[in-house]
């Protein structure tokens, strides 16, 4: 079974400063994807970005971008120019590309980021 | 477009009660997930639909737990007797996919429904 960690439950940054969320996570498949959801106090899971395993190229979307490194099994989510509307709990996600069962999406535990004014 | 819309946002209500929570996917959406949410556990499937059909409910807790997806506009999950321990977040989420077929598509999820029983 896909296992995902994120092993800092709690991140801060100040505003406009740039902050990197980690995550690992162990599969043994060659296609998968990933993501990252932000669930801000309002409580909706909010798509960010995701990433295709068999891209070499690292997502980026606006001030949001990955660096994948797909044989470390890391994947980490930059944060450039911070926002106070950043501030939420952000989960890392895997889901299989093929198979039965790739439906599945795995979530890390989050990393709770505050964002100081 | 309409997103995914979950009702109630908000339900308390007493120990064995029934409690029944309500899923309207994005329309052409032919797959359906509900989640729960924990701070023990995190996010925890509970089971998935595709096209109506309960593909995997491996997720769901015990047989206190049921959910149904009449149409491809609307499910439920029900809870009865509600527990304690029940008390969480319940998200749904929709997609649309084909079973088994490489993936294409991110879930979408609701806004949620905080369940507190006491």
């Known amino acids: 079974a896909q296992t995902v960690t994120q092993s800092q439950p709690e991140m801060s940054v100040q505003e406009a400063e740039t902050v990197t969320l980690s995550c690992t996570y162990d599969?043994?498949?060659?296609?998968?994807?990933l993501f990252w959801y932000k669930q801000p106090p309002s409580r909706q899971m909010i798509l960010v970005i995701r990433q295709e395993a068999y891209k070499q190229q690292n997502a980026t979307e606006n001030r949001f971008s990955v660096n994948f490194q797909k044989a470390a099994k890391s994947f980490s989510l930059k944060i450039s120019d911070s926002q106070l509307g950043d501030a939420a709990m952000y989960f890392c996600?895997?889901?299989?590309?093929?198979?039965?069962?790739?439906?599945?999406?795995?979530f890390g535990k989050g990393t709770l980021l505050t964002v100081n004014p | 477009d309409a997103g995914v819309i979950q009702s109630p946002r908000h339900e308390v209500t007493e120990m064995g009660q029934e409690v029944t929570l309500r899923c309207k996917p994005i329309s052409g959406h032919n797959s359906l997930f509900w989640y729960r949410q924990t701070m023990m556990r995190g996010l925890e499937l509970l089971i998935y639909?595709?096209?109506?059909?309960?593909?995997?409910d491996s997720g769901m807790p015990e047989d206190r737990f049921s959910a149904k997806m009449p149409n491809a506009s609307f499910s439920t999950l029900k809870i009865q007797p509600s527990e304690p321990r029940d008390s969480a977040v319940y998200f749904c989420a929709s997609s649309r996919e084909r079973q088994g077929a490489e993936f294409n598509q991110p879930q979408h999820f609701g806004d949620g429904t905080r369940l507190s029983i006491l």
């Open positions: 996600a895997y889901r299989s590309a093929f198979g039965g069962s790739n439906y599945k999406l795995t």
């Open positions: 639909f595709n096209n109506n059909v309960p593909i995997d």
């Open positions: 599969t043994s498949e060659s296609d998968y994807y």
